[in-house]
């Protein structure tokens, strides 16, 4: 179960250009085993901000733009691409 954020992310990018995982916890090896932790890095199209949040999805029946916060990276609101927020793990 602990993956299944990780294996949508890798499915996404196949169907799409990009995808961004938002990750609760300081590392990927804490969320996810570490087949999935090496398939994720080694794609160039899965953005990953680690300790970060989804705060608000902007846009009106549809989201257009989630707005996240990391705390390496600050609040920023991001163009819509697949997003998937990995809320199990800490």
Do not use: F, K
């Not at 609760?24 to 901000?49: C, F, K, W, Y």
């Amino acid at each position: 179960m602990r993956d299944s954020a990780g294996w949508s992310a890798l499915y996404l990018i196949s169907c799409d250009s990009s995808a961004t995982l938002t990750v609760r916890a300081s590392s990927l090896e804490t969320a996810m085993s570490d087949h999935l932790v090496q398939l994720i890095r080694g794609s160039s199209n899965v953005e990953v901000p680690l300790e970060s949040e989804v705060l608000a999805a902007q846009g009106g029946e549809r989201m257009t733009a989630p707005v996240i916060r990391s705390r390496t990276l600050g609040i920023e609101t991001r163009a819509l691409s697949p997003l998937l927020d990995l809320i199990g793990a800490e």
